[in-house]
């Protein structure tokens, strides 16, 4: 029989998570201020303005914020004035930023706002809630993060359904030792590129069934 978390073991978990969050990001946020300004640079000079953008997103029980990321695509139009599509919008400079996750720092200020966690099932397009599955949907009962089990697990080089449900495993075994966990891998993947070569630049939209 599955036993329910009682009330105080829920607020204690919540509290811990927090608290995590916020000294290793806090830490996160003072190291990583030369990377974010260097990138902001290198942005500005090849890509121009703006450097951030912000996108609404659904977070914890679907209620939506603005999720920040530095910009990886140029602003280029096509003879009707339309933008180009993403995969030739994306250059050398922000696949640079996108495979070594430069782009994602600015959600920092996401987790001291409460609206993210550093870890948990990444926050995708508000669009999307209409064609998860009940399972699916659990992964919208916590924080969303800046990374996540499935990151560590394959990216983007598995399919959507295998994403959605390491996010729905993330959810039913969560621990403080899994969430360091994942924060050790991903650095480590990111200092080691692991993966990335073999992801598509552009990512296809979930559509319910792949």
Same mark, same amino acid.
């Given at each position: 029989m599955?036993?329910?978390p009682s009330?105080?073991?829920f607020?204690f978990?919540y509290? +811990?998570?927090?608290?995590?969050?916020?000294t290793i990001?806090?830490?996160?946020?003072i190291?990583?201020?030369?990377?974010?300004?260097f990138?902001? &640079?290198v942005?500005?000079i090849?890509l121009?303005? !703006?450097?951030?953008?912000?996108?609404e997103r !659904?977070?914890?029980?679907k209620?939506?914020f603005?999720i920040?990321?530095?910009?990886?695509?140029?602003? #280029?139009?096509d003879?009707n004035?339309?933008?180009? !599509? %993403?995969?030739q919008?994306?250059g050398?400079?922000?696949k640079?930023i996108?495979a070594l996750? +430069?782009?994602?720092? /600015?959600q920092?200020?996401?987790?001291?706002?409460? #609206?993210m966690s550093?870890?948990g /099932? *990444?926050p995708l &397009?508000?669009?999307y809630? %209409?064609?998860?599955? %009940? $399972?699916?949907m659990t992964?919208q009962?916590?924080?969303?993060?800046?990374?996540?089990?499935a990151q560590?697990?394959? *990216?983007?080089?598995?399919?959507?359904k295998e994403k959605?449900?390491?996010?729905?495993?993330y959810?039913q075994?969560?621990s &403080?030792? &899994?969430d360091m966990?994942i924060?050790?891998?991903?650095i480590?993947? +990111?200092?080691?590129?692991?993966?990335i070569?073999? $992801?598509?630049?552009?990512v296809t939209k979930y559509?319910g069934?792949?």
């Amino acid at each position: 029989m599955h036993k329910t978390p009682s009330k105080q073991n829920f607020l204690f978990n919540y509290y +811990i998570k927090r608290l995590f969050d916020l000294t290793i990001a806090f830490a996160l946020g003072i190291a990583t201020i030369p990377l974010l300004l260097f990138g902001s &640079l290198v942005i500005f000079i090849f890509l121009g303005r !703006p450097v951030c953008f912000n996108q609404e997103r !659904p977070g914890k029980n679907k209620k939506t914020f603005k999720i920040w990321k530095l910009r990886t695509m140029s602003n #280029e139009k096509d003879n009707n004035g339309h933008l180009l !599509p %993403d995969e030739q919008r994306l250059g050398k400079v922000g696949k640079i930023i996108r495979a070594l996750s +430069i782009d994602e720092l /600015p959600q920092l200020y996401n987790v001291f706002r409460g #609206e993210m966690s550093l870890v948990g /099932p *990444r926050p995708l &397009l508000v669009e999307y809630l %209409d064609i998860y599955t %009940d $399972e699916e949907m659990t992964r919208q009962s916590v924080l969303p993060g800046i990374t996540g089990w499935a990151q560590i697990n394959g *990216r983007n080089a598995i399919t959507w359904k295998e994403k959605l449900a390491l996010d729905v495993w993330y959810v039913q075994n969560w621990s &403080l030792m &899994l969430d360091m966990k994942i924060l050790v891998m991903t650095i480590a993947r +990111i200092f080691k590129r692991s993966n990335i070569s073999k $992801e598509p630049n552009v990512v296809t939209k979930y559509n319910g069934h792949n």
